[in-house]
Protein backbone atom coordinates (compact mmCIF):
# COMPACT_ATOMS: atom_id res chain seq x y z
CA UNK A 1 0.00 0.00 0.00
CA UNK A 2 1.32 3.66 -0.60
CA UNK A 3 0.95 6.70 1.27
CA UNK A 4 -0.09 9.58 0.05
CA UNK A 5 3.56 11.09 0.20
CA UNK A 6 4.21 8.79 -2.50
CA UNK A 7 1.43 9.07 -4.61
CA UNK A 8 1.73 12.96 -4.62
CA UNK A 9 5.53 12.27 -5.00
CA UNK A 10 4.94 9.92 -8.07
CA UNK A 11 2.39 12.28 -9.40
CA UNK A 12 4.67 15.25 -8.90
CA UNK A 13 7.27 13.50 -11.02
CA UNK A 14 5.03 12.27 -13.80
CA UNK A 15 4.42 15.68 -14.70
CA UNK A 16 7.26 16.80 -14.80
CA UNK A 17 6.98 19.31 -12.14
CA UNK A 18 9.78 20.50 -9.18
CA UNK A 19 8.85 20.62 -5.75
CA UNK A 20 9.54 24.44 -5.41
CA UNK A 21 7.21 25.01 -8.47
CA UNK A 22 4.47 22.88 -6.64
CA UNK A 23 5.06 24.41 -3.39
CA UNK A 24 4.69 27.81 -4.69
CA UNK A 25 1.75 27.19 -6.69
CA UNK A 26 0.25 25.73 -3.06
CA UNK A 27 1.61 28.70 -0.90
CA UNK A 28 3.68 26.68 1.13
CA UNK A 29 7.34 25.88 1.69
CA UNK A 30 9.28 23.39 -0.08
CA UNK A 31 10.10 22.03 3.26
CA UNK A 32 6.48 21.23 3.85
CA UNK A 33 5.54 19.78 0.65
CA UNK A 34 9.34 17.53 1.34
CA UNK A 35 8.05 16.50 4.30
CA UNK A 36 4.53 15.35 2.98
CA UNK A 37 6.78 13.30 0.08
CA UNK A 38 8.76 11.83 2.97
CA UNK A 39 5.39 10.74 5.04
CA UNK A 40 6.76 13.16 8.32
CA UNK A 41 3.25 14.69 7.67
CA UNK A 42 0.75 11.93 7.45
CA UNK A 43 -1.94 13.64 7.83
CA UNK A 44 -2.59 16.70 5.58
CA UNK A 45 -5.55 19.36 6.12
CA UNK A 46 -8.31 18.72 3.51
CA UNK A 47 -7.54 21.82 1.83
CA UNK A 48 -3.80 21.18 1.13
CA UNK A 49 -5.05 17.76 -0.13
CA UNK A 50 -7.44 19.61 -2.54
CA UNK A 51 -5.02 22.08 -3.29
CA UNK A 52 -2.38 19.12 -4.83
CA UNK A 53 -5.06 17.54 -6.27
CA UNK A 54 -5.83 20.48 -8.48
CA UNK A 55 -2.09 21.71 -9.37
CA UNK A 56 -1.40 17.80 -10.51
CA UNK A 57 -4.71 17.48 -12.15
CA UNK A 58 -5.41 14.23 -10.12
CA UNK A 59 -8.13 13.80 -8.08
CA UNK A 60 -8.33 13.30 -4.25
CA UNK A 61 -9.56 10.00 -4.07
CA UNK A 62 -6.00 8.99 -5.29
CA UNK A 63 -3.94 10.76 -3.23
CA UNK A 64 -6.17 9.54 -0.64
CA UNK A 65 -5.60 5.97 -2.01
CA UNK A 66 -8.65 5.63 -2.28
CA UNK A 67 -8.85 4.79 -6.00
CA UNK A 68 -6.16 3.41 -7.98
CA UNK A 69 -5.94 5.56 -11.16
CA UNK A 70 -5.07 9.35 -11.05
CA UNK A 71 -8.09 10.64 -13.02
CA UNK A 72 -8.66 14.20 -13.43
CA UNK A 73 -10.74 15.58 -10.37
CA UNK A 74 -14.45 16.20 -10.81
CA UNK A 75 -15.36 19.47 -9.67
CA UNK A 76 -18.69 21.17 -8.93
CA UNK A 77 -17.03 24.49 -9.27
CA UNK A 78 -17.59 26.65 -12.08
CA UNK A 79 -14.46 26.78 -14.39
CA UNK A 80 -13.24 29.81 -14.43
CA UNK A 81 -13.59 29.90 -18.64
CA UNK A 82 -17.24 28.61 -18.28
CA UNK A 83 -19.78 30.95 -19.29
CA UNK A 84 -21.90 32.06 -16.73
CA UNK A 85 -25.59 32.12 -17.01
CA UNK A 86 -27.40 35.86 -17.12
CA UNK A 87 -28.23 36.90 -13.33
CA UNK A 88 -30.50 39.19 -12.68
CA UNK A 89 -29.53 42.81 -11.77
CA UNK A 90 -29.40 42.85 -7.84
CA UNK A 91 -32.19 45.17 -6.16
CA UNK A 92 -30.50 47.60 -3.64
CA UNK A 93 -32.39 47.51 -0.29
CA UNK A 94 -33.95 51.04 0.84
CA UNK A 95 -31.79 52.82 3.35
CA UNK A 96 -33.65 53.22 6.88
CA UNK A 97 -33.62 56.59 9.23
CA UNK A 98 -32.21 55.93 12.89
CA UNK A 99 -34.36 55.66 15.40
CA UNK A 100 -33.74 58.95 18.40
CA UNK A 101 -31.32 57.57 20.54
CA UNK A 102 -32.31 57.33 24.58
CA UNK A 103 -35.71 59.04 23.99
CA UNK A 104 -34.20 62.48 23.34
CA UNK A 105 -36.91 64.45 21.09
CA UNK A 106 -35.53 67.36 18.94
CA UNK A 107 -37.89 70.33 19.34
CA UNK A 108 -39.01 72.26 16.53
Known amino acids: MT ?3 ERVKTAREQR ?5 ELARRLGCSVNALSMLEKNAITDPRASRIIGIAEALGVSADFLLGLQDTAAAPSSTRPRENAPHEEQ ?3 QRQ ?3 TAAPVGGERTRA
Open 3 to 5: TIG
Open 16 to 20: GIRQA
Open 88 to 90: PPA
Open 94 to 96: RTR
